[in-house]
């Protein structure tokens, strides 16, 4: 909806509007190049299971380092990309170096047991989705069970039929599902027992608010509810305090991810703090 307000405001050539448009116009010609120039890279954070402190998985993050403008958001240029369909050319790039790079810290006993890889709606609707990904998983010689896919709300609740036969081709390859941001998209629930996800992301708009106010607690409180009810574990974004890592675990969220585990970096980082972790684990 607000991309149909954005339309019709530039017909009324507000300046502001023209800037944006611009921009973006700008980004999407330097995104059709930044494959080939190498300029996009995926840093990984870490995600742990709040009983145990064990490291369960890392999420693969997009970063796309420009030759002018530096680091640029990943907020600024995903939208970008999904409107200029460029998703689906980078997503498969996406998919074949995360698979990659879990099947190398695999062969090097870094224990990530799974690399999730984020799916934008653009690429939920494309009929290769299916075959795509299990291409990355070949070529990288990955198990399926070693690779989750976030899926949004917003991909999910077009209730098409394209739509759940992809999701029903990525569940039968053997890869897990998770609801990024749960919550935060329209809250038609019925596609949760309709599609088979394994993980719901509790949003960290939540997880902000599980210390600030009591209503932020009910809210995490009944996601996890709604989570157990239907058999789904549950992982908390945005985790960046001991407090919250621990009223997370009494009211029976399975894991978390954060800053107070670790930022997302690059590859190399993460492989020499899983190897520090493992020295001080055992000392
Ligand atoms: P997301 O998938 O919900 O990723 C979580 C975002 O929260 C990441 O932002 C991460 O850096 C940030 N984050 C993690 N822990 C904390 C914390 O403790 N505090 C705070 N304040 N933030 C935290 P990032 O990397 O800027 O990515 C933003 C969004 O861009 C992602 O949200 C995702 O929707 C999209 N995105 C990123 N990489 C990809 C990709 O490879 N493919 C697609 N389709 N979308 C991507
Ligand atoms: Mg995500
Ligand atoms: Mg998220
Ligand atoms: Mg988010």
New binding site residues.
């Given amino acids: 909806k607000a991309k149909d307000a954005g339309r019709k405001a530039c017909r009324y050539y507000d300046p502001a509007m023209n800037v944006a448009t611009s921009e973006r116009l700008q980004l999407s010609n330097g995104l059709r190049n930044a494959l080939s120039r190498g300029e996009l890279e995926?840093?990984y954070?870490v995600q742990l299971s709040l009983d145990s402190d064990e490291v369960i998985g890392a999420?693969?993050?997009?970063r796309w380092n420009h030759p002018q403008w530096g680091t640029v958001?990943?907020?600024r240029f995903?939208p970008v990309a999904e409107e200029s369909g460029l998703?689906v050319s980078i997503?498969a790039w996406?998919l074949r170096e995360a698979c990659r790079q879990a099947a190398e810290w695999r062969a090097r006993g870094v224990v990530i047991p799974v690399v999730a890889?984020?799916?934008?709606a653009l690429?939920l609707q494309d009929p290769a989705l299916v075959s795509t990904v299990a291409e990355a998983l070949a070529a990288a010689g990955l198990p399926p069970e070693a690779l989750e896919l976030?899926l949004?709300e917003s991909g999910l609740i077009q209730d098409n039929a394209q739509v759940q036969a992809t999701v029903e081709g990525l569940k039968e390859l053997g890869v897990s599902l998770a609801i990024?941001?749960f919550g935060t998209g329209y809250s038609c629930l019925a596609y949760l027992s309709r599609l088979h996800v394994d993980l719901l992301?509790i949003d960290?708009s939540f997880v902000r608010d599980l210390k600030r106010t009591a209503d932020g607690s009910a809210i995490v409180a009944a996601i996890i509810q709604i989570a157990r009810s239907l058999g789904l574990r549950t992982l908390a974004?945005?985790?960046?305090d001991r407090e919250t890592a621990e009223a997370l675990r009494q009211l029976g969220c399975n894991h978390a991810?954060?800053?107070?585990f670790g930022?997302?970096m690059p590859a190399r980082s993460l492989t020499a703090q899983m190897a520090e972790r493992r020295v001080s684990g055992a000392a």
């Fill in positions: 995926l840093h954070q999420e693969a993050l997009l958001s990943p907020a995903i998703i997503g996406i890889v984020n799916i934008s690429q976030e949004t990024d941001d992301k960290q974004e945005g985790v960046e991810q954060g800053y107070l930022r997302p």
